[in-house]
């Protein structure tokens, strides 16, 4: 499965971005399909990810601000990010869980006035 990630770029804080993740084929059968971060010195952290059945998990710190959801038809994850922050600067990178984790290739969301 190759994923391609888009829709990073310069926000201001309390704006929003929508992420997208593309899948090269049909995501019908991909497990969990989520998205992680890393921002400069940090260790890359789990943000949202969501299951084939549509069951979400988000990290804490973004609860209520970001959404994650699938859509089948067009074989693309996508995250909602609202109410971003300076602090939420970092790549994004998506992921898709099928027999094992396949990686996109990340997109970076620099939040900055």
């Known amino acids: 499965v190759q994923l391609q990630a888009s829709g990073g770029g310069l926000v201001q804080p309390g704006g929003s971005l929508r992420l997208s993740c593309a899948a090269s084929e049909s995501i019908f059968s991909i497990n969990v399909m989520g998205w992680y971060r890393q921002a400069p010195g940090k260790q890359r952290e789990l943000v949202a990810a969501?299951?084939?059945?549509?069951?979400?998990n988000y990290a804490g710190s973004v609860k209520g601000r970001f959404t994650i959801s699938r859509d089948n038809a067009k074989n693309t994850g996508y995250l909602q990010m609202n109410s971003l922050k300076p602090e939420e600067r970092a790549v994004y990178y998506c992921?898709?869980?099928?027999?094992?984790?396949?990686w996109g290739q990340g997109t970076l969301v620099t939040v900055s006035s």
């Open positions: 969501i299951t084939s059945g549509g069951i979400t």
């Open positions: 992921y898709a869980d099928k027999n094992r984790r396949y």
